[in-house]
């Protein structure tokens, strides 16, 4: 069975299922909130938002919170509780860790350099690192397949979690390289050259791909070959900076700065009751999943993103040329170069991403338009527990979940 690892792409937005809740009373006084410069409006319900927020929490999850953008409104939201133990409530303008929407960051960076003629998109990735990836897959394997995972390279997590090795069951895992990775240091090297040694995911080029952390990790290699500096150090200038976000930021070491909720793992009920690991050395997953961020931040960035700020007009139709990939939960989805296409019946086109650490979900999505916009963040991963066969079983939190996006989505 192939678990669902972190820092994945592939949640479908309105069909969620992933992880395990928690039992929570609803009476932890939910606080929802209108953003004080704008005004209730049928194109943007507070109320409606107000309670399908509560209703997420009612069904399990300890704390959400959110913000949604129609044009000039904002919402901003939150529900439940950011510590179980003290009851300390959630607040919409907590720090998350933000899992793969750093893929999105980190694939503007790329761009950027595109723009100065530094990397070609379709060159080979060995004519940057040949020491990495030497020979036939240097040769093969293009910039752009790293960006939109149809390079055939694995993923490195199973070798770096080995007790999250797939097997026939979820319940032949168990959370102990969790715990045994918690402050570990590792050298992106390292864990790219896990992923190298793996068994090909598929050849170069080939479709669908297979969404893969080795091959972001490989691309903040790329930056720091050709800029001179590290990949963290020059997102933060280049993208973060430029964006104008103020709350978002590589973290220095296992703790997160400013004021931020506790991350619950329940790891499919293999850890009950769930485990917090909001204190993580992030070094296995850093420039593919290692970003921290608000929900105001992540919709002023794809705010930017998409407005032509960040990067060009050309280069942003290049991030929204997209191919088929596999991703994480086995579903397959549309992806750009660093950028996610979720088509919503009815609803429209959304372009984003969302991400997962341990005990940390967020997803950021952004009509096609630019006018519709939301951030959630979930204090609380993998909570449906498994059955006898070890499959994942529904939870109510999955059906006030879908609802939540739905209503912040489409109104």
């Known amino acids: 069975m192939k678990i669902r690892l972190v820092a994945g792409v592939g949640v ?4 969620i299922s992933a992880g395990m809740a928690i039992a929570r009373p609803a009476s932890n006084a939910p606080a929802a909130v209108l953003a004080a410069h704008t005004s209730p409006s049928t194109s943007l319900d507070p109320t409606a938002l107000r309670k399908a927020l509560d209703d997420v929490h009612r069904a399990g999850m300890p704390g959400v919170y959110a913000e949604v953008r129609d044009a000039s409104q904002v919402w901003r939201g939150a529900s439940g509780v950011a510590d179980i133990q003290t009851g300390r409530p959630v607040r919409p303008d907590l720090r998350q860790r933000v899992g793969s929407i750093t893929k999105t960051f980190t694939a503007a960076a790329i761009l950027q350099q595109v723009e100065k003629g530094r990397i070609e998109l379709d060159a080979p990735i060995g004519r940057y690192l040949p020491r990495l990836v030497p020979g036939e897959r240097g040769r093969k394997i293009t910039v752009r397949m790293l960006l939109n995972h149809t390079s055939g390279i694995p993923e490195y997590l199973p ?10 069951s979820l319940r032949d895992m168990s959370p102990e390289s969790l715990d045994d990775n918690r402050f570990r240091q590792f050298r992106t090297t390292e864990l790219i050259e896990m992923g190298l040694a793996a068994p090909a995911a598929g050849e170069p080029g080939a479709t669908p791909g297979v ?10 290699e790329l930056l720091e070959r050709v800029t001179g500096t590290t990949a963290e150090n020059y997102i933060t200038r280049n993208v973060i900076d430029r964006a104008g976000l ?25 850890i009950d009751p769930p485990r917090d690991y909001s204190v993580y050395n992030m070094s296995w997953v850093m420039t593919g999943a290692g970003l921290v961020s608000t929900m105001e931040d992540l919709n002023r960035f794809y705010d930017r993103l998409l407005g032509g700020k960040i990067v060009s007009r ?4 290049q991030m929204q040329r997209t191919v088929s990939v596999i991703s994480h939960e086995g579903q397959q989805i549309e992806y750009g170069l660093g950028l996610h296409k979720l088509t919503v019946p009815g609803c429209g086109t959304f372009w984003g991403h969302d991400g997962t650490a341990w005990g940390a979900m967020t997803t ?19 909570w449906n527990k498994a059955d006898s066969s070890g499959n994942p079983q529904p939870h109510p939190i999955d059906d006030a979940l879908a609802a939540l996006h739905r209503q912040a989505m489409c109104g």
């Open 12 to 15: 479908a937005v309105l069909s």
């Open 159 to 168: 070798y770096a979690f080995p007790s999250l090795k797939e097997w026939p």
């Open 211 to 220: 969404y893969s952390n080795t091959n972001y990790l490989l691309l903040g």
């Open 246 to 270: 103020r709350h978002t930021e590589f973290p220095a070491g296992p703790r997160i700065n400013g004021p931020h909720s506790r991350m619950y793992e329940a790891l499919f009920g293999l």
């Open 314 to 317: 050309s280069s942003l139709a």
């Open 364 to 382: 950021s999505w952004t009509r096609a338009d630019g006018k519709r916009q939301t951030s959630i963040a979930l204090n609380l991963t993998r």
